[in-house]
């Protein structure tokens, strides 16, 4: 069974650095770009770049680059988000998912990672 | 505000159909590319409903349908069943920005 496995709530404080992770499990992971989904308190969902771990190649988002690192280690079958330094506005749920259909079709979704970073 | 719009929110009855409506411009939908739905409840995984226009993954119940035309894609869900309730949205690719887009999200109450 394909399965996407993040994770647990992280708490931070402003200016703190982060990384969480995204293990894939169930089929061939190098195989398929990972995306990354992040979901602000009350809001939709904001597509913030994938990573193809098969080379590593990355892709981000306008409103993402500069601000997270997308990193993959192959051996472990696992995607990372990473940030140098939280703000207060990254509060939110953080989604992997698996590009399986052109387009950037989703076919199977983690079960998020809350972050939350408060003073 | 995105790209892809949809209604906030949409209602309907057990048993009955509701639509839900995802409408793009001509660097997205109109453009060609592929629609995909996901099905969300807060606090949970989302789940991929349907991808390439039509098509819906194994496990995925027939009820669950969706079309495109034009630089508009709509998602039909008939027999509403209360376990429908949930957040829907569409996500396709807009060549303008370069990147996969999501709608803004319809928020479906069976009532």
């Known amino acids: 069974e394909v399965q996407l496995v993040q994770s647990g709530a992280e708490v931070k404080k402003p200016g703190e650095s982060l990384k969480i992770s995204c293990q894939g499990s169930?089929?061939?992971?190098?195989?398929?770009?990972i995306a990354w989904v992040r979901q602000m308190p009350g809001a939709g969902l904001d597509w913030m770049g994938t990573?193809?771990?098969?080379?590593?190649?990355?892709r981000y988002s306008p409103s993402f680059q500069g601000h997270v690192t997308i990193s993959v280690d192959p051996s472990t079958n696992t995607a990372y988000l990473r940030w140098s330094s939280l703000k207060a506005s990254d509060t939110a749920f953080y989604y992997c998912a698996r590009v399986n259909f052109g387009d950037y079709g989703l076919d199977r979704w983690g079960q998020g990672t809350l972050v939350t970073v408060s003073s | 505000q995105s790209v892809l719009t949809q209604p906030p929110s949409v209602s309907g009855a057990p048993g009955q159909t509701v639509i839900i409506s995802c409408t793009g411009n001509?660097?997205?939908?109109?453009?060609?590319?592929?629609v995909h739905w996901h099905q969300h409840l807060p606090g949970t995984a989302p789940k991929a409903l349907i991808h390439g226009n039509n098509n819906r993954p194994s496990g995925v119940p027939e009820r669950f349908s969706a079309s495109k035309s034009g630089t508009s894609a709509s998602l039909a869900i008939s027999g509403l069943r209360a376990e429908d309730e949930a957040n829907y949205y569409c996500q396709s690719y807009d060549s303008s920005l370069s990147d996969s887009v999501f709608g803004g999200g319809t928020q479906l109450t069976v009532l």
């Open positions: 169930g089929y061939r992971f190098t195989a398929y770009w």
């Open positions: 990573i193809y771990p098969g080379d590593s190649d990355t």
């Open positions: 001509s660097s997205n939908i109109g453009a060609g590319y592929d």
